[in-house]
């Protein structure tokens, strides 16, 4: 999993717009931190830092130790919005994690061996349906990314779900479905060369495109 992250934070004697506006002029986002089964808290924690984390790409799927009022309070990133123009945090959402939760996680994917699968050596593009996978993990065993090896496929292959072997503590959060990660489809320039001499693309052929949609993957 992602290493913990610590997040120093001050409680928020005042809550309402007009004081969120004079934190953000200080240097400061106003941030909620709840359930765990207790009141919310409200606090603010320092805009460089959260955004210094942010950067690290792994902030939303990390364990953060928020410490406020000498205590430290273990979290999950639940939700953080951001300025429309400025693009900047103001507002973010903590989950308080009790012992032996289970929480939420978007996971992303990466796709090893790469040099063993026959198709992409033939040219193949490899079309990316989810680039993260949706989680229901063991809060202390969230994974920094799940890998998946595409040794022996071909063009026309597609890799499922059920192909993947998740870490201990995770299992997928759609259920109802063996939903497609990716497919394994002709390059673009090798279509139409097809098209033109008049062979036919076989009947499980996939366009050439760098990104599907999960509603036509899902019908494979």
Do not use: W
Request: aromatic residues 2%; negative net charge; proline residues 5%.
């Amino acid at each position: 999993m992602s290493d913990a992250l610590t997040l120093p934070a001050e409680t928020r004697d005042r809550a309402g717009k007009g004081a969120s506006r004079a934190l953000r002029r200080e240097g400061r986002v106003p941030a909620v931190i709840y359930g765990g089964k207790e009141e919310p808290v409200t606090i603010h924690v320092e805009a460089k830092e959260l955004i210094r984390q942010l950067d690290t790409g792994h902030f939303m799927n990390s364990i953060v130790m928020i410490e406020v009022g000498g205590e430290k309070l273990r979290t999950l990133p639940k939700d953080v919005a951001f300025h429309p123009v400025t693009d900047r945090p103001v507002h973010a959402d903590f989950l308080r994690l009790a012992k032996g939760a289970k929480v939420d996680v978007q996971v992303p994917v990466v796709f090893t061996n790469e040099e063993a699968s026959p198709g992409l050596k033939k040219g193949g593009v490899l079309n990316v349906v989810r680039h993260e996978l949706d989680l229901v993990c063991e809060a202390d065993k969230i994974p920094g990314e799940i890998e998946i090896d595409v040794t022996g496929k071909d063009v026309g292959d597609s890799i499922h779900i059920s192909e993947v072997k998740l870490p201990v503590g995770a299992e997928s959060a759609i259920t109802d479905r063996d939903f497609t990660i990716a497919t394994l489809v002709a390059p673009s320039a090798l279509k139409k060369s097809e098209s033109e001499s008049g062979d036919e693309v076989p009947a499980d052929g996939v366009a050439a495109t760098e990104q599907g949609s999960d509603e036509d993957a899902d019908k494979e």
